[in-house]
């Protein structure tokens, strides 16, 4: 089995990328950088994109594809909008378009969010956007699932995007009291979203308690 992986330096991506790695049913893993990583394994080949609205250039690297990972991200307030929109929108359906024309029956799993607004009039940008990218994948008609989780608490130490976040992480062990609806960790999230691309789920919507299910 042979899968493709977009955004897999990110905190979620890297850990997709590791399950991938450790699986015996995969054979080759394409990850998709914008610069060189280092990284070494016998099964990885990474291939630097300079745009990731255009893959005219890089179309084999979609065939014979069984599963793809969509993780690239970005946080709201960390760019202008206009970009914010072009990462969240356009790089995340050329993805899925680039897969559909090469590997029309492969599973796209995308790294949405939580609030994902499917009617697409959402006045929150993040909201809004992450719903129109949704849908336009979903119009492919290909085996799609999207990932919508709540806070996402990162397994490994890093340097929070804002102060919110910052907050969020000191207060995990009280907000993971409040049930299933409201946390995951870096580490369950990045196993769901292995386990559902190569085994599938029973909704295309996956919310942070859906996603939850998956873990094992």
């Known amino acids: 089995m042979k899968v493709i992986i977009a955004g897999s330096t990110g905190m979620v991506g890297k850990l997709v990328l590791n399950n991938c790695l450790k699986s015996d049913k995969i054979t080759e893993v394409r990850s998709l950088v914008r610069k060189p990583t280092g990284l070494k394994h016998p099964k990885l080949t990474e291939i630097v994109i300079q ?14 594809i069984k599963v793809s990972f969509f993780c690239i991200g970005v946080y709201t307030g960390e760019v202008p909008d206009e970009l914010f929109k072009k990462i969240t929108v356009n790089y995340a359906v050329e993805f899925a378009n680039a897969l559909k024309r090469e590997s029309p029956e492969a599973t796209i799993c995308l790294l949405s969010g939580a609030g994902a607004d499917s009617t697409e009039k959402s006045k929150t940008p993040f909201a809004r956007y992450k719903g129109i990218a949704e849908n336009q994948i979903s119009n492919l008609n ?14 490994e130490p890093r340097q929070e995007p804002n102060v919110g ?3 969020l992480r000191i207060f995990y062990p009280l907000l993971k009291a409040f049930g299933k609806k409201y946390s995951i960790t870096s580490a369950e999230l990045a196993k769901a979203m292995f386990n559902i691309g190569l085994n599938g789920a029973g909704k295309q919507i996956l919310e942070n308690q859906d996603i939850l299910e998956y873990i094992n």
């Open 51 to 64: 745009n990731f609205e255009d893959y005219s250039e890089h179309s084999s690297l979609f065939r014979d």
């Open 142 to 155: 290909m085996k799609f699932y999207a990932f919508r989780p709540a806070y996402i608490y990162p397994i």
């Open 165 to 167: 976040y910052r907050i």
